[in-house]
């Protein structure tokens, strides 16, 4: 998706619900009725009070609104997080942490509680 065609559908979003872009911006409180122009065209971001202001508004996800900005992060994410996991898993030492079994929690719970009692 491009990014004009994600600043469509914030646009789309505006005129189906009926507002104006000055309606949009004093219901937001932070953006002018020229800065919902530029969000609609793409031209610059919103903040992310400002994005989320938008969910309330539209009852839909921030992801939903900016379609292509959200693949654009979640690829560049996802690459990072495959990179952390890789380097990692390649320099830290292999540690085995025994986690306590459901019967050893239990027994940990009855000890505290016979302790506060």
């Known amino acids: 998706m491009t990014s004009s065609s994600v600043g469509t559908y914030l646009r789309f979003l505006r005129r189906k619900s009926g507002l104006s872009q000055r309606e949009l911006a004093r219901i937001l409180g932070t953006a002018s009725a020229s800065q919902i122009s530029r969000h609609e065209r793409s031209r ?30 979640e690829a560049v994410v996802e690459e990072r997080l495959g990179e952390f996991k890789h380097d990692f898993d390649n320099s830290a030492p292999k540690r085995h942490v025994a986690l306590p079994s459901v019967s050893e929690m239990e027994q940990i719970r009855e000890g505290e509680s016979h302790e506060s009692a």
């Open 44 to 73: 610059i971001l919103p903040s992310l009070l400002t994005a989320i202001g938008y969910q309330v508004v539209f009852q839909k996800p921030v992801s939903d609104i900016f379609p292509g900005l959200y693949h654009a992060v």
